[in-house]
C-alpha cells in the first residue's frame, strides 16, 4: 500500500491513489501541522496551540494524544512517532506533495512543480499564525517558480503560455505589481501592444480605486517602455561561466544553499572565494528568473558599480548621486528579485548603497572579514585540506597522473600551501607539460615556487602592495618566525595592536585559537608569509618606514623595516621568558646576554601570563624556539643566545633535550659568526650539558673546557665555574671521583668567592654525592646536609630533591627518595623522577616488596629510553634483571642482564 500526503491544495491524504478519509477538524489540524514540518518533532505545547488557539482546555495534553492515537489507526503504524516532549511525521521521497515541489524547482523542473498546486496551502482547513512562516515560504517560492517558467516560455517565444501562466498567478494575487510588470511586458513582446496598455491602464485604476495609490516605479518603467515602442531590455545573465572542475567546499556551499539575503565569502587571496561564489550563485540562479546582476567593486566608489547596474536593468541616464542611484536600484530590484554577486568588496561601506530590497540575494568576496552587515551568512575559507588539493590537482593535470606519482602530488600540494589558486596554477603546468613527471614540478616549485605559480605571485602581490607600509613589514616580520602560531601578546607588543587587527581583517593573519592564558594566537598563512619574505621589500618599492619613525629609502630599508619588527618580537620574548625562568623551581647555572634588547609587557600583562611558568613555557617552547632560529639565520646573535640560555631551566626540567640541542646549535652558529665570544661560550656550555645527559662524555668534556676557556679569557669567574661543575659531572661519570671532587671543590671556592648561593647549593651536592660514590659517608654527610639546609633557605624545591636523593642513598632510607619523587613529580621533572623511581626500587627489593619495586624500575627505564639516557636506562635494566633472578625467573633475568651488560660496554669510557 503506498500513501501519500497532499498539502498544496486542500488536506488529502490517499492511498494507491485513492482518497483515504481522515476524519474530524482537530486530527486534521494535527495532521496538517506535523506535514508542514514532515520528518521535524514538532512540540506538544506547539500542536496543542494550532488545535486550541483561544484557549486550550485543561485536557489538552490527553486529548493531543488521543488524536494522535486516532491518527495513527487512520494511517496505520509507523508514521508518526513520539520524540521527547513532541511528535514528527516521517514521510518517504515522493510521499509528500509540498516536499516534491521543492525538489522540482531545485531541478528546474517548474512546470512539473507548479502542475502539483491544487489551490491554496490547506486551504480547507482554519488554519494557524503558527503555518504562516512555512506557507509564506511556499507561496513565495511557487511565485518564483511560475516567473522562471514564465521567463524560459518567453524565451522560446511562447508568449501566449506565459501570459497565461502570469494571468492565473494575478487571480490570487491582484496586487503584486511585479507580476503585473511581468504581464504588460510579456504581452508587449509577444505583438500585443494595446493589450498590454489596456492592461495597464486596468491594473492602475484598481490601485487607485482600491488602494489608493499609483503604481509603483517598475510597473510605471514598463508603462513607459511600451509608450516609446522600445526594445526591451534583456534580463541580465551576467554571471561568469562556472568553473567545470570546481571542487570541495561541500560545507560553505551547504550554507550559501540559502535562504539568505547577503551571504559574505571572506578568505586570504587565492582561497577560492570568487570561484566559490560564482558556483554557489549559478546553482541559485535558476530561483532568480529575472536576472543576475556581477558587479567587480575592487577600490571603486560605489558610485560607478550602481551606474553598471542600473544601465544593465534599462536606465540609460542613473541619477547623479549615490543616494539616488541607491534608492532607484532598490525600486527596480523590489519588483524583479534577482541574484547579485559582488565581487573583491572593500569594507562594508562600500557593499551598502548596493544592497537591494527584500527578495532578491547579493553574495559578496572581499579579502576583508566583513561582518558589519545585519543579518549576513558569513562564510570564511580556508586552505583545502590535502585530499581535496589533490582531487583538484587530479582534475587539472589529470587524475590518473597525479595517482601514478602520489608522494610528488603530496608534496606538490604541500608547496602551493592548500590554496586553491596555487593548486590549479601546478596542475595547470601540468597540464600544459604532458612530458613533465610531477617530481619535475615538485623541484621546480622547490627551487622557486613564485616563478612557476605566476598566477599566485600576482595575486598576492597585488594584496600585498594594497597594504599600509607598516603593515606590510610586519607580514614580513611575522614570515621570518615561520609557520607556528604566535601568541597575541608579542605579536601586539611588537607591531602594535592596530597593525595585528588589520592582518586579520583583511585574512592575512588567521587567527588559530588561545593560549592557556586564554590570549589569541596568530599564524601568518604558509604562502603569504613565504611570499612577504621573498617579494615583501621589492614590492615596497622607493621608500618605507623606518625604525625611528622617519622616511628611509630603497629595497636595504624594506629588508630593514621587516629586521626591526623581528629584533622587537624577540626583545619581547626575552623579556617575557627571562622573566618566567625566573619564576622556574630551580634556575641555577642560567645565563643571560645584558646587551640583549627587552621589551618588557605592562606588569600586570606580565603578572597574568607568567603566574604559572612551567604552563607558559610549556605553551610556547617550540614558538621560542622558532624564535631563536629566525633570530640565528638573520644574525642576531645575542638576541638569539639570549633567548636560549632563558630557555635552558625548562628545558632542563622537562627534559626537551632535542629543543635544547636545537637552539643553542643554531645561537652558537650565529655567535661565532658574529663574533660574540661570551655567546659562542653559553651556547657550547648548554651543548655540552645535552651531550652530558646522552653520555656523549668526549662531546661534553670538549664543550665544557672550551666554555671554560673562553669565560676564563672573558674575566667572568662564575660562568668558568659553571663549566667547571660540567667537567666535575663529566669525570664522575667517567668513574674518576678524585678529578670530579677536585672540580667541584674548585667551583664551590669560586661560588662562594662570588656569593652564588645556588651555585653553592649545586657544588655542596655535587661532592656529597661523589663522595658517597667513594665510600666517604662522614664527607658525603657534611655536605649533603648543608647542601639540603641550603636549598630549602634558598626556596629551591628542586635542588631538595636531587639532594634527597643522595641523603636516601646514604641513609638508605626510602623516606628521603619518596620526598624527592614528590618534589620532581610536582615539577614535571621526568629524568630526576625516574632516578628517584629507580634508588626506591632498589630499597623496595631489599624489603622483598617485588611488585613495587618491578613496577618502579619499569617506568624508570620507559622514561631513560624515551630520553636517551644510555647510563640510566642501563642501570635500570641491571636492577630489573637481578630483581627477576631474586624471583627465580632466571631466563628473563639473564635476558635482562645481558641487555644491561651490552649497553655498558657502548657507554663512552
Given at each position: 500500500?503506498?500513501?501519500?500526503?497532499?498539502?498544496?491544495?486542500?488536506?488529502?491524504?490517499?492511498?494507491?491513489?485513492?482518497?483515504?478519509?481522515?476524519?474530524?477538524?482537530?486530527?486534521?489540524?494535527?495532521?496538517?501541522?506535523?506535514?508542514?514540518?514532515?520528518?521535524?518533532?514538532?512540540?506538544?505545547?506547539?500542536?496543542?496551540?494550532?488545535?486550541?488557539?483561544?484557549?486550550?482546555?485543561?485536557?489538552?495534553?490527553?486529548?493531543?494524544?488521543?488524536?494522535?492515537?486516532?491518527?495513527?489507526?487512520?494511517?496505520?503504524?509507523?508514521?508518526?512517532?513520539?520524540?521527547?516532549?513532541?511528535?514528527?511525521?516521517?514521510?518517504?521521497?515522493?510521499?509528500?506533495?509540498?516536499?516534491?515541489?521543492?525538489?522540482?524547482?531545485?531541478?528546474?523542473?517548474?512546470?512539473?512543480?507548479?502542475?502539483?498546486?491544487?489551490?491554496?496551502?490547506?486551504?480547507?482547513?482554519?488554519?494557524?499564525?503558527?503555518?504562516?512562516?512555512?506557507?509564506?515560504?511556499?507561496?513565495?517560492?511557487?511565485?518564483?517558480?511560475?516567473?522562471?517558467?514564465?521567463?524560459?516560455?518567453?524565451?522560446?517565444?511562447?508568449?501566449?503560455?506565459a501570459v497565461s501562466a502570469l494571468r492565473a498567478l494575478l487571480a490570487e494575487h491582484p496586487y503584486r505589481e511585479d507580476l503585473w510588470r511581468h504581464l504588460v511586458l510579456t504581452l508587449h513582446r509577444g505583438g500585443r501592444k494595446a493589450e498590454a496598455l489596456r492592461t495597464y491602464a486596468a491594473v492602475r485604476d484598481r490601485l487607485v480605486d482600491e488602494l489608493g495609490v499609483e503604481p509603483g516605479a517598475g510597473l510605471r518603467a514598463a508603462y513607459e517602455v511600451i509608450l516609446a515602442d522600445d526594445a526591451l531590455p534583456a534580463a541580465p545573465r551576467q554571471l561568469p561561466p562556472d568553473l567545470p572542475d570546481f571542487t570541495g567546499r561541500a560545507g560553505a556551499l551547504a550554507e550559501l544553499r540559502g535562504p539568505f539575503?547577503?551571504?559574505?565569502?571572506?578568505?586570504?587571496?587565492?582561497?577560492?572565494?570568487?570561484?566559490?561564489?560564482?558556483?554557489?550563485?549559478?546553482?541559485?540562479?535558476?530561483?532568480?528568473?529575472?536576472?543576475?546582476?556581477?558587479?567587480?567593486?575592487?577600490?571603486?566608489?560605489?558610485?560607478?558599480?550602481?551606474?553598471?547596474?542600473?544601465?544593465?536593468?534599462?536606465?540609460?541616464?542613473?541619477?547623479?548621486?549615490?543616494?539616488?542611484?541607491?534608492?532607484?536600484?532598490?525600486?527596480?530590484?523590489?519588483?524583479?528579485?534577482?541574484?547579485?554577486?559582488?565581487?573583491?568588496?572593500?569594507?562594508?561601506?562600500?557593499?551598502?548603497?548596493?544592497?537591494?530590497?527584500?527578495?532578491?540575494?547579493?553574495?559578496?568576496?572581499?579579502?576583508?572579514?566583513?561582518?558589519?552587515?545585519?543579518?549576513?551568512?558569513?562564510?570564511?575559507?580556508?586552505?583545502?585540506?590535502?585530499?581535496?588539493?589533490?582531487?583538484?590537482?587530479?582534475?587539472?593535470?589529470?587524475?590518473?597522473?597525479?595517482?601514478?606519482?602520489?608522494?610528488?602530488?603530496?608534496?606538490?600540494?604541500?608547496?602551493?600551501?592548500?590554496?586553491?589558486?596555487?593548486?590549479?596554477?601546478?596542475?595547470?603546468?601540468?597540464?600544459?607539460?604532458?612530458?613533465?613527471?610531477?617530481?619535475?614540478?615538485?623541484?621546480?616549485?622547490?627551487?622557486?615556487?613564485?616563478?612557476?605559480?605566476?598566477?599566485?605571485?600576482?595575486?598576492?602581490?597585488?594584496?600585498?602592495?594594497?597594504?599600509?607600509?607598516?603593515?606590510?613589514?610586519?607580514?614580513?616580520?611575522?614570515?621570518?618566525?615561520?609557520?607556528?602560531?604566535?601568541?597575541?601578546?608579542?605579536?601586539?607588543?611588537?607591531?602594535?595592536?592596530?597593525?595585528?587587527?588589520?592582518?586579520?581583517?583583511?585574512?592575512?593573519?588567521?587567527?588559530?585559537?588561545?593560549?592557556?592564558?586564554?590570549?589569541?594566537?596568530?599564524?601568518?598563512?604558509?604562502?603569504?608569509?613565504?611570499?612577504?619574505?621573498?617579494?615583501?621589500?621589492?614590492?615596497?618599492?622607493?621608500?618605507?618606514?623606518?625604525?625611528?619613525?622617519?622616511?628611509?629609502?630603497?629595497?636595504?630599508?624594506?629588508?630593514?623595516?621587516?629586521?626591526?619588527?623581528?629584533?622587537?618580537?624577540?626583545?619581547?620574548?626575552?623579556?617575557?621568558?627571562?622573566?618566567?625562568?625566573?619564576?622556574?623551581?630551580?634556575?641555577?647555572?642560567?645565563?643571560?646576554?645584558?646587551?640583549?634588547?627587552?621589551?618588557?609587557?605592562?606588569?600586570?600583562?606580565?603578572?597574568?601570563?607568567?603566574?604559572?611558568?612551567?604552563?607558559?613555557?610549556?605553551?610556547?617552547?617550540?614558538?621560542?624556539?622558532?624564535?631563536?632560529?629566525?633570530?640565528?639565520?638573520?644574525?642576531?646573535?645575542?638576541?638569539?643566545?639570549?633567548?636560549?640560555?632563558?630557555?635552558?631551566?625548562?628545558?632542563?626540567?622537562?627534559?626537551?633535550?632535542?629543543?635544547?640541542?636545537?637552539?643553542?646549535?643554531?645561537?652558537?652558529?650565529?655567535?661565532?659568526?658574529?663574533?660574540?665570544?661570551?655567546?659562542?661560550?653559553?651556547?657550547?656550555?648548554?651543548?655540552?650539558?645535552?651531550?652530558?645527559?646522552?653520555?656523549?662524555?668526549?662531546?661534553?668534556?670538549?664543550?665544557?673546557?672550551?666554555?671554560?676557556?673562553?669565560?676564563?679569557?672573558?674575566?667572568?669567574?662564575?660562568?668558568?665555574?659553571?663549566?667547571?661543575?660540567?667537567?666535575?659531572?663529566?669525570?664522575?661519570?667517567?668513574?674518576?671521583?678524585?678529578?670530579?671532587?677536585?672540580?667541584?671543590?674548585?667551583?664551590?671556592?669560586?661560588?662562594?668567592?662570588?656569593?652564588?648561593?645556588?651555585?653553592?647549593?649545586?657544588?655542596?651536592?655535587?661532592?656529597?654525592?661523589?663522595?658517597?660514590?667513594?665510600?666517604?659517608?662522614?664527607?658525603?654527610?657534611?655536605?649533603?646536609?648543608?647542601?639540603?639546609?641550603?636549598?630549602?633557605?634558598?626556596?629551591?624545591?628542586?635542588?631538595?630533591?636531587?639532594?634527597?636523593?643522595?641523603?636516601?642513598?646514604?641513609?638508605?632510607?626510602?623516606?628521603?627518595?619518596?620526598?624527592?619523587?614528590?618534589?620532581?613529580?610536582?615539577?614535571?621533572?621526568?629524568?630526576?623522577?625516574?632516578?628517584?623511581?629507580?634508588?626506591?626500587?632498589?630499597?623496595?627489593?631489599?624489603?622483598?616488596?617485588?611488585?613495587?619495586?618491578?613496577?618502579?624500575?619499569?617506568?624508570?627505564?620507559?622514561?631513560?629510553?624515551?630520553?636517551?639516557?644510555?647510563?640510566?636506562?642501563?642501570?635500570?635494566?641491571?636492577?630489573?634483571?637481578?630483581?627477576?633472578?631474586?624471583?627465580?625467573?632466571?631466563?628473563?633475568?639473564?635476558?635482562?642482564?645481558?641487555?644491561?651488560?651490552?649497553?655498558?660496554?657502548?657507554?663512552?669510557?
Open positions: 500500500m503506498t500513501v501519500t500526503f497532499h498539502v498544496l491544495g486542500p488536506l488529502e491524504v490517499r492511498s494507491d491513489g485513492r482518497p483515504l478519509r481522515i476524519s474530524g477538524r482537530k486530527p486534521r489540524l494535527l495532521l496538517a501541522t506535523l506535514l508542514l514540518d514532515a520528518g521535524r518533532v514538532v512540540s506538544a505545547d506547539r500542536l496543542v496551540e494550532v488545535l486550541w488557539p483561544q484557549r486550550p482546555p485543561r485536557s489538552a495534553q490527553a486529548n493531543l494524544r488521543t488524536y494522535v492515537s486516532s491518527l495513527r489507526s487512520g494511517l496505520g503504524a509507523g508514521w508518526l512517532r513520539a520524540d521527547g516532549s513532541g511528535y514528527a511525521i516521517d514521510v518517504p521521497g515522493g510521499a509528500l506533495d509540498l516536499l516534491v515541489f521543492e525538489e522540482l524547482v531545485d531541478r528546474g523542473d517548474y512546470a512539473g512543480a507548479l502542475a502539483l498546486w491544487r489551490g491554496a496551502p490547506l486551504c480547507d482547513l482554519p488554519g494557524s499564525p503558527l503555518w504562516d512562516r512555512r506557507i509564506e515560504a511556499l507561496d513565495a517560492l511557487r511565485l518564483r517558480a511560475a516567473e522562471a517558467l514564465a521567463e524560459r516560455r518567453i524565451e522560446g517565444g511562447d508568449h501566449d503560455g539575503s547577503v551571504a559574505v565569502i571572506s578568505g586570504p587571496p587565492g582561497v577560492g572565494k570568487s570561484a566559490l561564489a560564482v558556483h554557489a550563485a549559478h546553482t541559485l540562479r535558476t530561483a532568480y528568473p529575472a536576472g543576475q546582476l556581477y558587479l567587480e567593486l575592487g577600490g571603486r566608489d560605489p558610485a560607478g558599480p550602481l551606474a553598471e547596474a542600473l544601465r544593465a536593468l534599462g536606465v540609460e541616464q542613473p541619477p547623479p548621486t549615490v543616494p539616488e542611484r541607491s534608492a532607484l536600484l532598490r525600486s527596480l530590484l523590489a519588483e524583479r528579485p534577482m541574484l547579485v554577486l559582488l565581487a573583491d568588496a572593500r569594507d562594508a561601506a562600500q557593499v551598502r548603497p548596493l544592497l537591494p530590497g527584500n527578495g532578491s540575494a547579493v553574495i559578496v568576496t572581499s579579502r576583508r572579514r566583513i561582518t558589519e552587515l545585519p543579518g549576513a551568512v558569513c562564510v570564511q575559507l580556508g586552505p583545502f585540506e590535502q585530499e581535496e588539493a589533490l582531487t583538484l590537482l587530479g582534475r587539472v593535470a589529470g587524475a590518473e597522473r597525479v595517482a601514478r606519482e602520489r608522494e610528488a602530488a603530496r608534496a606538490i600540494v604541500a608547496a602551493c600551501g592548500g590554496l586553491p589558486l596555487a593548486v590549479r596554477n601546478a596542475g595547470a603546468r601540468l597540464a600544459a607539460r604532458p612530458g613533465w613527471s610531477l617530481a619535475v614540478l615538485r623541484q621546480r616549485l622547490q627551487d622557486d615556487w613564485l616563478a612557476e605559480l605566476g598566477d599566485v605571485r600576482a595575486t598576492l602581490d597585488h594584496g600585498y602592495a594594497r597594504l599600509p607600509r607598516e603593515a606590510a613589514h610586519a607580514l614580513g616580520t611575522l614570515g621570518r618566525l615561520g609557520a607556528r602560531a604566535q601568541p597575541g601578546w608579542v605579536v601586539d607588543a611588537a607591531l602594535g595592536r592596530h597593525v595585528t587587527d588589520l592582518l586579520v581583517d583583511v585574512n592575512l593573519l588567521d587567527p588559530v585559537g588561545t593560549d592557556p592564558a586564554g590570549q589569541p594566537r596568530y599564524r601568518v598563512p604558509d604562502l603569504i608569509g613565504r611570499h612577504a619574505l621573498e617579494r615583501g621589500p621589492a614590492l615596497l618599492g622607493d621608500g618605507v618606514i623606518g625604525l625611528d619613525g622617519g622616511f628611509d629609502g630603497g629595497f636595504d630599508c624594506a629588508l630593514t623595516g621587516a629586521l626591526g619588527g623581528v629584533s622587537r618580537m624577540l626583545a619581547a620574548w626575552t623579556a617575557t621568558a627571562e622573566h618566567a625562568m625566573a619564576r622556574l623551581p630551580t634556575t641555577v647555572f642560567s645565563l643571560t646576554a645584558d646587551r640583549a634588547p627587552r621589551r618588557p609587557l605592562p606588569a600586570h600583562q606580565l603578572e597574568r601570563l607568567t603566574a604559572d611558568p612551567v604552563t607558559w613555557f610549556e605553551a610556547e617552547h617550540e614558538a621560542l624556539a622558532d624564535a631563536v632560529e629566525a633570530a640565528a639565520g638573520l644574525g642576531l646573535a645575542e638576541p638569539a643566545w639570549g633567548l636560549a640560555a632563558a630557555m635552558v631551566p625548562y628545558l632542563d626540567l622537562r627534559c626537551h633535550l632535542g629543543t635544547w640541542r636545537r637552539t643553542h646549535t643554531a645561537a652558537l652558529t650565529a655567535a661565532r659568526a658574529a663574533g660574540d665570544r661570551y655567546g659562542e661560550a653559553a651556547m657550547l656550555r648548554g651543548l655540552a650539558q645535552v651531550d652530558l645527559y646522552q653520555d656523549r662524555y668526549d662531546e661534553s668534556a670538549a664543550g665544557f673546557t672550551r666554555s671554560r676557556r673562553i669565560f676564563r679569557d672573558l674575566g667572568d669567574s662564575r660562568a668558568e665555574a659553571i663549566s667547571i661543575c660540567g667537567l666535575g659531572a663529566v669525570a664522575q661519570f667517567r668513574g674518576r671521583n678524585a678529578r670530579a671532587l677536585a672540580r667541584f671543590r674548585q667551583a664551590l671556592a669560586v661560588f662562594l668567592s662570588v656569593g652564588d648561593r645556588h651555585g653553592e647549593a649545586f657544588a655542596r651536592q655535587a661532592i656529597g654525592r661523589v663522595c658517597l660514590q667513594s665510600g666517604d659517608q662522614h664527607g658525603a654527610r657534611e655536605s649533603l646536609t648543608r647542601a639540603v639546609l641550603l636549598a630549602r633557605e634558598l626556596g629551591d624545591a628542586h635542588r631538595e630533591g636531587c639532594v634527597c636523593l643522595q641523603l636516601g642513598r646514604l641513609h638508605r632510607e626510602m623516606s628521603f627518595h619518596r620526598h624527592a619523587l614528590e618534589i620532581f613529580e610536582s615539577l614535571g621533572d621526568r629524568h630526576c623522577g625516574a632516578y628517584a623511581l629507580q634508588d626506591l626500587a632498589g630499597l623496595q627489593a631489599a624489603q622483598g616488596d617485588l611488585v613495587r619495586a618491578s613496577t618502579g624500575l619499569e617506568r624508570s627505564l620507559a622514561v631513560f629510553r624515551e630520553l636517551g639516557d644510555r647510563s640510566g636506562e642501563a642501570s635500570a635494566t641491571q636492577l630489573l634483571g637481578e630483581l627477576h633472578r631474586s624471583a627465580g625467573r632466571t631466563g628473563l633475568a639473564l635476558d635482562y642482564l645481558r641487555h644491561a651488560g651490552a649497553l655498558r660496554r657502548n657507554l663512552p669510557a
